[in-house]
């Protein structure tokens, strides 16, 4: 399955540290809602409004808002529910036939109805379109769209692919209005028409404007007048003054981890630091053709000598947590197998053993490849971080370079590092979007990394299970593999943040491992 690169990391807004409170910010939204406006600011841009189109953070916070998909996520879940459908289920055993029946009298903002005509039209056009920065490339399995009348929708797969369901309760599965919309081309007015909780009533650079949707059948309560996005550009500090300045009445992405923090602190300022959950990962990824880390002693040696807990304290300042698997916590397969394999703690001993095996005697000279631009700044400094305890163990002599994405990804795609970062962040929360995108076919990470048993047994097999909790012994022998072979080195889990003004509620209903932020669950005082 060839997946999607990952979307832009920002590690330095990662989360919280586990010692941050939820405030009175926190509170359900039915206790001091009055259907009041919302006005919130993030730092991400929103790079599209054609579900075509659009494959960022930002762009799927409009589509999750302005769109309904067939499925949805509730809140707090990991299982998709029926959205615009009424019912979907695979009808085969093999996960190959996948048919959604609709509900009545579903319409579009505009007064159009919505009908499967509407449905096939908008998986047709995104796999025709095939936009470069879409997310047709979660479909490599569809094969066809079919319609037998108004209600009913059948999707025909290549291959198995249990996993569609989650695909299309994502932003990829944005159902669009065909009498607006180019089959053949993306839409680049701006505007978007859809179905979803809220219209888009105006969109510029600096902001985009979303009223309540009267046509809007589905399962979201809406318990706001409307919201307004606003876009800072990365800059964190025009953030952080909007929100004290009462300018904006949330900040979503983009503070940095001192200033969460130190907004935490705030108590009686008038903020309130929110936390949720979250599957972004980070990992090192390591060349398995490079003639230093191709060795699996070294990549042995590093895993046994990397300690976590210093880099989440002294360069995230706790606003992430130690991951041990290449499946996040809170995602159904989850195991640690780095942890039972290399421990929590550093061991030199075991280090120095796994590089006297290798028959390597000396220091090893490594350099460690980071892209700020990619990961934010705070990437550098945790590359150092990591080059320093290698070099304190005596075993390494390790540096660090930093380049610009664009040359980065040209660099890796040539094999010209040894060792990188790379960071992740899910289309879907199933435990298949942290394993093929990585160890599949046309895999994201540019490593020359294949396991047999991987890709042609393990893969399949859990891809072909509609039920998913079936497939955790499958996941749990995946990552064991990983954890022997090492090809990646799982580094920390990133929890989501909000940070908001008193009398804001809902935030914990929009920050959770679903990667929906619901506009919907939002009120104000």
């Not at 660090?400 to 010209?416: C, R, T």
């Amino acid at each position: 399955m060839n997946m999607r690169n990952q979307w832009p990391v920002l590690p330095i807004v990662a989360g919280l540290a586990s010692g941050l409170l939820t405030g009175c910010g926190s509170g359900s939204g039915d206790s001091g809602g009055t259907g009041s406006s919302v006005v919130m600011g993030m730092s991400d841009d929103v790079l599209a409004t054609d579900p075509a189109s659009g494959y960022d953070p930002g762009s799927w916070l409009l589509f999750n808002n302005v769109f309904q998909s067939l499925l949805s996520f509730p809140k707090g879940a990991t299982q998709p529910q029926p959205e615009v459908a009424k019912d979907c289920a695979f009808t085969d055993t093999q996960a190959m036939v996948y048919k959604c029946e609709l509900k009545d009298g579903l319409k579009f903002s505009n007064g159009d109805a919505l009908t499967s005509e509407d449905v096939k039209f908008s998986f047709d056009r995104m796999l025709k379109i095939n936009d470069s920065a879409g997310p047709a490339i979660m479909f490599p399995l569809l094969d066809k769209v079919e319609t037998p009348d108004a209600k009913t929708v059948v999707f025909r797969m290549k291959a198995p692919d249990a996993t569609f369901p989650s695909k299309i309760a994502s932003g990829a599965g944005s159902i669009v209005d065909h009498r607006q919309y180019d089959a053949n081309g993306l839409r680049t007015d701006g505007k978007a028409v859809g179905s979803g909780p809220y219209k888009l009533d105006s969109f510029d650079k600096d902001k985009a404007v979303f009223s309540v949707n009267g046509k809007y059948e589905g399962t979201a309560k809406v318990k706001n007048s409307g919201v307004t996005l606003k876009f800072f550009h990365g800059d964190r500090a025009a953030l952080k003054k909007a929100l004290l300045d009462g300018g904006i009445d949330i900040a979503y992405r983009g503070l940095s981890a001192s200033d969460v923090a130190g907004l935490d602190q705030q108590d009686g300022k008038g903020v309130d630091v929110i936390e949720g959950s979250s599957a972004e990962v980070q990992h090192l990824v390591f060349n398995m053709k490079d003639p230093v880390t191709g060795k699996l002693g070294v990549r042995k040696a590093i895993a046994y000598l990397i300690d976590r807990d210093a880099l989440i304290n002294n360069v995230y300042q706790g606003t992430a947590a130690p991951l041990y698997s290449i499946i996040p916590a809170g995602i159904a397969g989850h195991n640690t197998a780095f942890f039972d394999t290399y421990g929590a703690r550093p061991s030199r001993d075991k280090a120095a053993a796994a590089l006297q095996a290798e028959g390597i005697t000396g220091k090893v000279k490594l350099t460690l490849w980071s892209t700020p631009s990619r990961y934010g700044p705070a990437t550098d400094e945790e590359l150092k971080a990591i080059a320093g305890q290698l070099n304190a163990s005596g075993l390494f002599e390790a540096d660090v370079k930093s380049v610009a994405f664009d040359q980065y990804e040209k660099d890796i795609a040539q094999g010209k590092y040894g060792v990188y970062v790379k960071g992740w962040v899910p289309d879907y929360p199933d435990a298949d979007n942290f394993t093929a995108p990585f160890f599949g076919k046309g895999n994201v990470l540019g490593n020359n990394y294949t396991n047999r048993t991987i890709t042609g047994s393990l893969i399949p097999s859990t891809a072909a299970q509609s039920d998913r909790s079936a497939t955790d012994k499958d996941f749990g022998r995946l990552q064991d593999i990983v954890a022997a072979e090492l090809p990646v080195l799982p580094v920390w889990q990133a929890k989501q943040y909000a940070v908001v003004r008193d009398g804001v509620y809902g935030l914990e209903y929009c920050l959770d491992a679903s990667t929906v932020f619901r506009f919907w669950e939002l009120s104000k005082d």
